[in-house]
C-alpha cells in the first residue's frame, strides 16, 4: 500500500519536474529549492512582522491594523507581503515534505529531519493563526472561536475558553496580549527546530540562489504593490459572521471543524498527524531490502580525510588508529549513514563504501560488464543512476550502452577509466540535476573529481575528450549524448588496453581543510 503510494507520489512529481525544468531550467526550477523558498518565506515574515510590530496596539487591535492597511506607502504593502509570504511558506512546506516523501528520504538516518519537519510545521501554524487572530476581524474571530471550541474539550482549563467570546464585554486585553507573546515567541521555536531538522546534514544550504530568492523576493513584492489586501469587518461580539473570507492556507479546517463535534475533530486531527508521523516507519524498506551503510577497510586508509570531507551527512569522521601506520583512520557511524556511497568515489584507495559498492567493488563489475558488452571504440558507454535514468527516454539512448549505478556521485574515476581504457570510445555520465541529486552532493563531488581535480580525481592521463558529464533535467537530452558520440567517433582513439595499473595514492587534505577529529571510539 505505501508502495503504490509513494510510486504514485513519484509518477506526479516526475512530470511537474520536466515541466518546470522547461520553464525556469534546473537551477532555477522552484520544486527543487521548496525547502529553501520556506526558509526565505520565514526570513521575509520576520522582517516585514518586526515593522507592523511597531504599529501594533493590543488595546485596539482591529484599528491599529486598519491604520497600518492605511499607509499607502509603507504599512499597507509591507501587511500584504506579510500575509503573502506567510501563504507561500506553507505551499512551499507542503511540495518540500510531498518531495521527501515521493523520493524516500524520510526513513532511516533521514527520519530526525522528518519527524523534527512535522513539528516545524505545526508550530509554524500556529504561529500563522496567532497572526490571523491578532487583527480581531472575522476571521480572526471564527478562528479564535474554532480553537476555543476545540480546546474546550481538553481537560486544561479550570474555565471554558469558549466564554471568553460570549457577552457584550469586550475581550480583555490579556487575551491579545497572549496572542502577541506567542506571535513573538513561536518564531524563536521555529529557529530551533529549523536548526534541529538540518542538524544532521553538511553544508545544508539555507537560502536558494541568490538569482531565484531575489526573483521570488520580488514578484511577492509586486503582488503586494499591485495586489494588496484590505480590511475584513471587525470582529462582531455578540454574533457570528455568517460570511467569513477564509484564507485557504490556515483556515481550511474551519468548515471541516463547525461540521463536527469537539471530539471528532481532535480525532481528525489526532488520525491526521499519526499517518503523517508513522511515515519513516512505514517507508522503511524491508530488512533484506534496505542497503547497508559503508565500512571502512582500515588497511586502504591512509588518512587523507577526503571521505570525511565529502559526506553530505557527517556520517565519517576520523578517530585515532592504534596500528600506528598513521595517526588516524576513518570511522562510519552507521546511524548516520543513508548508503549513498558518495565515500566509494571520495576513496582513492578505494578503502571506503558500502558492501559491495566500494571502488574496488566497481572495478570488479566494470570488467564483468566489459566482458559481456565488450563496448567498441565508436560506442559510448552511458552510466546512469537509478534516478537519473528515468530522464533517459528510448530513443535518447541510440546504439549507447548503458551502465546503471545507484547514484552519479558514488561512481569512482578509476571506474571511468576502466572504461575507456578497455575499449570504449567514451563515457557519459547522466546525473541527476544537481539541485535535486537524491544523496544531496554526489553531482557536485562527480564534477569535481573528473573536472576540478579534487582528490580520487580522474588523472590526466584520461582525455577529457571522452568523457562528458550530461543533466539529464536539461533539454535535448536526445540530442545531447548523440552530438556526444558523433565527436567520439571522430577521436584517435588507442588500441584497448588488457593490463591497467591503476593509482591508489592519495594526496593527502591541507590541515586547514581537515574537520574535527573525534577522540571517541
Not at 541510440?398 to 551502465?403: F, Q, R, S, V, W
Not at 579534487?454 to 533535467?473: C, F, H, K, M, Q
Not at 593490463?499 to 587534505?509: K, N
Request: proline share 8%; glycine share 10%; hydrophobic share 45%.
Amino acid at each position: 500500500m505505501i508502495r503504490t503510494l509513494v510510486n504514485a507520489a513519484l509518477r506526479v512529481l516526475r512530470p511537474l519536474d520536466r515541466a518546470f525544468n522547461r520553464l525556469y531550467g534546473w537551477r532555477f526550477n522552484p520544486l527543487y529549492q521548496s525547502g529553501t523558498l520556506a526558509v526565505l518565506m520565514f526570513v521575509i515574515l520576520l522582517v516585514t512582522g518586526v515593522y507592523l510590530l511597531l504599529f501594533y496596539r493590543i488595546g485596539s487591535p482591529w484599528a491599529s491594523v486598519a491604520a497600518i492597511t492605511d499607509q499607502a506607502w509603507g504599512g499597507r504593502w509591507i501587511r500584504t507581503l506579510h500575509r503573502y509570504a506567510s501563504d507561500a511558506a506553507i505551499v512551499a512546506i507542503v511540495i518540500h515534505a510531498f518531495r521527501m516523501f515521493a523520493q524516500g528520504r524520510s526513513w532511516g538516518p533521514r527520519a530526525l529531519a522528518w519527524l523534527s519537519g512535522v513539528v516545524l510545521t505545526g508550530v509554524f501554524f500556529i504561529c500563522g493563526w496567532t497572526g490571523y487572530v491578532m487583527v480581531w476581524d472575522v476571521h480572526g474571530q471564527i478562528l479564535a472561536i474554532e480553537g476555543a471550541r476545540m480546546l474546550d474539550v481538553l481537560p486544561l482549563f479550570s474555565e471554558p475558553l469558549g466564554r471568553t467570546f460570549v457577552g457584550p464585554e469586550p475581550l480583555p486585553g490579556a487575551f491579545f496580549f497572549m496572542n502577541l507573546f506567542l506571535h513573538i515567541v513561536l518564531p524563536i521555536g521555529v529557529g530551533a527546530l529549523l536548526w534541529l531538522h538540518l542538524s544532521r546534514l553538511a553544508r545544508a544550504p539555507l537560502m536558494p540562489p541568490r538569482g531565484l530568492a531575489w526573483s521570488v523576493t520580488a514578484i511577492l513584492l509586486g503582488l503586494s504593490v499591485l495586489w494588496p489586501i484590505g480590511m475584513a469587518a471587525p470582529a462582531a461580539v455578540l454574533g457570528l459572521p455568517t460570511e467569513i473570507p477564509l484564507d485557504v492556507a490556515y483556515g481550511f479546517w474551519v468548515p471541516i471543524s463547525r461540521a463536527l463535534p469537539g471530539w471528532a475533530g481532535w480525532l481528525v486531527i489526532g488520525a491526521g498527524s499519526a499517518a503523517v508521523l508513522i511515515v519513516p516507519r512505514v517507508t522503511r524498506p524491508k530488512p533484506e531490502k534496505r542497503p547497508e551503510p559503508s565500512t571502512v577497510n582500515g588497511r586502504f586508509c591512509t588518512e587523507c580525510y577526503q571521505c570525511s570531507i565529502d559526506c553530505p551527512y557527517e556520517a565519517i569522521r576520523m578517530v585515532p588508529r592504534e596500528d600506528g601506520r598513521f595517526d588516524y583512520v576513518a570511522e562510519v557511524d552507521p546511524e548516520l549513514c543513508v548508503s549513498c556511497g558518495i565515500c566509494a568515489g571520495s576513496c582513492k584507495p578505494m578503502g571506503v563504501g558500502p558492501p559491495g559498492r566500494t571502488g574496488r567493488d566497481q572495478l570488479e563489475r566494470v570488467r564483468q560488464f566489459l566482458r559481456t558488452e565488450r563496448p567498441g571504440p565508436d560506442q559510448v558507454v552511458v552510466v546512469a543512476c537509478d534516478r537519473s535514468a528515468d530522464w533517459l527516454v528510448a530513443g535518447a539512448r541510440g546504439d549507447a550502452i548503458e551502465y546503471s549505478v545507484p547514484c552519479a556521485g558514488s561512481v569512482h574515476t578509476s571506474a571511468i577509466e576502466l572504461m575507456l581504457r578497455r575499449g570504449a570510445g567514451g563515457v557519459a555520465v547522466v546525473t541527476c540535476p544537481p539541485r535535486d541529486c537524491w544523496s544531496r552532493e554526489g553531482v557536485k563531488w562527480l564534477e569535481a573529481r573528473v573536472h576540478g581535480g579534487r582528490e580520487a580525481e580522474l588523472l590526466p592521463r584520461v582525455s577529457r575528450d571522452r568523457v562528458r558529464l550530461i543533466n539529464g533535467a536539461e533539454p535535448g537530452l536526445e540530442e545531447g549524448l548523440a552530438r556526444f558520440a558523433a565527436d567520439v567517433r571522430t577521436l584517435d582513439l588507442p588500441a584497448p588496453e588488457r593490463e591497467v595499473e591503476l593509482d591508489f595514492e592519495c594526496d593527502p587534505v591541507p590541515e586547514e581543510e581537515r574537520p574535527s577529529v573525534s577522540t571517541a571510539r
